[in-house]
């Protein structure tokens, strides 16, 4: 039981966007590192990002019987009550905010409860259900880790919080369109209208491009800005060219199910290589 209790936080996310964080937190920073800080955002955002994992299995418990992916959770097998499941999500977002408000900052707070709102109402409750901007408006709470960890050292938004948010809201799409693609039936039998759901597969890959494209000049806008040095622009240019390469070969992909595994891959290599070096090379430490 307490693995299914586990599981419904969704660890991967959680560990991903902990990186994020991190990375936000440590540029922020600048190598001048308050620690006892950086474990409290660490244990505020991910608590706040568990809750409303746990509240978005809650809701999607009947649909995610449909799919083969979501069909062995806790929820759709019944292993656990809906109603414990709840107070259990709800719990965990209300220690979580406490934690950002009172030990790091009111700003943080609120743009954990932003991100929190966004993705429980705005995402699964609504778009989710409804419509195919669901990807892209959602992706509004996934680009709030970095910026909460650099806001707790800040302590305001600036424009180095909006080249973070850029970064991971440009990210988003074209990551979670590549595994849609891959299980674009079982979407449809759910009655998720995704995008390569509604509007196909070619326009699919063809509207992951302009993300790409505009996801590249973040990582100038990082080193133009200072806050990190060569080696971060020079990677992460080489590993957004390489992506968006990729994703424009998908065009013409005979089989687009292993580009599409190939490209989600890269996705998820691209976002942990860019944060690791930038937390190496802040403000020019190996450039």
Known sequence: ML????????????????IAAFGGFWVASKWDIDWLLLLYMLIGSALTMASACVINN???RDLDKKM??????????QRLKPTNVLIY?????????????????????WLGLLGF???VVIYTMWLKRTSTWSTSIGGISGAM???????????????????????????QPAHFWSLAIRRVEEYRAAGFPLLPVVKGIPRTKLQMQPYILLLIPTGILMF??????????IISLLLGIVWLVHTFMGLRAS????????NFLISINYLMVVFLIMIADTNGMIG
């Open 3 to 18: 693995k299914d209790y586990v599981a419904l936080t969704k660890p991967s996310i959680i560990r991903l966007n902990a």
């Open 58 to 60: 809650y809701w999607d």
């Open 68 to 77: 083969e992916r979501t069909k062995n959770r806790a929820l759709p097998t």
């Open 89 to 109: 999500g709800i719990a965990l977002g209300i220690i979580g905010e406490l934690v950002l408000f009172a030990l790091v900052n009111p700003l943080t707070g």
């Open 117 to 119: 709102f966004v993705y």
């Open 145 to 171: 880790p970095p910026v909460i960890g650099y806001c707790a050292v800040t302590g305001v938004v600036d424009e180095g919080a909006w080249i973070l948010f850029a970064l991971l809201f440009l990210w």
């Open 224 to 233: 133009a800005y200072d806050y990190v040095g060569y080696t971060f622009l």
């Open 255 to 262: 089989d687009t199910t292993k580009w599409a595994r190939t």
